[in-house]
């Protein structure tokens, strides 16, 4: 089943304790993407990847590192969580870029309470 | 800055009603517009817009775009229970890869 999945579905964490959530495709998408949810506020890109070893910043970019070292998995990073990272986080990923190709397939959600 | 602005913010229908949900955008060089359904989970794809004047139909919804003024609609007939969810809409700029700018959402209830 073509699907986007991440991990941990749900994380409640401590101030400056460092933490990963992983996201992989089975898709062989081209295009990965980190948002973030916050009510009022709807979806804001935190970075993006374009594929292997290229990524960029999105809108909201401070405070979490990424990498893209193989094509299906784009793991985003909290060095040093901080409670304003309170958020559901999404993975999504696509074919490409540009009008034909720009469907993401969002994963399931990440549930993140920083205290 | 690019923007997008939903509206209304939340509303309450019946089973039965027709619902227009509104999706205006401010975006620097606009490539496209795509309409999301949320409900307890992940955005799951409706539509993609690229065309001014163009209706997208599927089943009960369908969706038009009006690059002139700068906004889509997306329309639900006969609504159902089925059909509560928040419904989001994303404008794609065509000068920063494959980013979407969301709007807020709309969430929609409907009550049997």
């Known amino acids: 089943e073509a699907q986007v999945t991440q991990n941990p579905r749900y994380l409640i964490t401590v101030t400056g304790k460092k933490l990963t959530v992983t996201c992989s495709q089975n898709?062989?998408?081209?295009?990965m993407s980190w948002y973030r949810q916050d009510p009022g506020l709807g979806l804001r890109q935190i970075y993006y990847?374009?594929?292997?070893?290229?990524?960029d910043k999105g809108d909201v970019p401070e405070g979490y590192k990424v990498s893209r070292k193989e094509k299906r998995n784009f793991p985003l990073i909290l060095e040093s969580p901080s409670p304003n990272q309170t958020s559901l986080y999404f993975c999504?990923?696509?074919?490409?870029?540009?009008?034909?190709?720009?469907?993401?397939?969002f994963g399931p959600g990440t549930r993140l309470t920083v205290l | 800055e690019d923007k997008v602005v939903q509206s209304p913010l939340s509303l309450v229908v019946h089973e039965g009603d027709t619902v227009t949900l509104n999706c205006s955008y401010e975006?620097?060089?606009?490539?496209?517009l795509l309409w999301y359904k949320q409900e307890k989970k992940a955005p799951t794809f409706l539509f993609m817009l690229?065309?001014?004047?163009i209706e997208k139909k599927s089943g009960r919804l369908s969706s038009i775009l009006d690059k002139k003024e700068l906004f889509s609609i997306l329309n639900i007939t006969a609504t159902q229970t089925g059909d509560s969810a928040v419904y989001l809409c994303?404008?794609?700029?065509?000068?920063?890869?494959?980013?979407?700018?969301f709007g807020a959402g709309t969430i929609l209830r409907v009550k049997s």
């Open positions: 690229t065309s001014s004047g």
């Open positions: 990847s374009m594929n292997v070893e290229v990524t």
């Open positions: 898709m062989n998408h081209e295009y």
């Open positions: 994303a404008v794609e700029p065509i000068l920063y890869g494959n980013k979407l700018v």
């Open positions: 999504a990923s696509s074919k490409g870029y540009g009008s034909s190709y720009n469907e993401q397939f």
């Open positions: 975006v620097t060089n606009f490539r496209s």
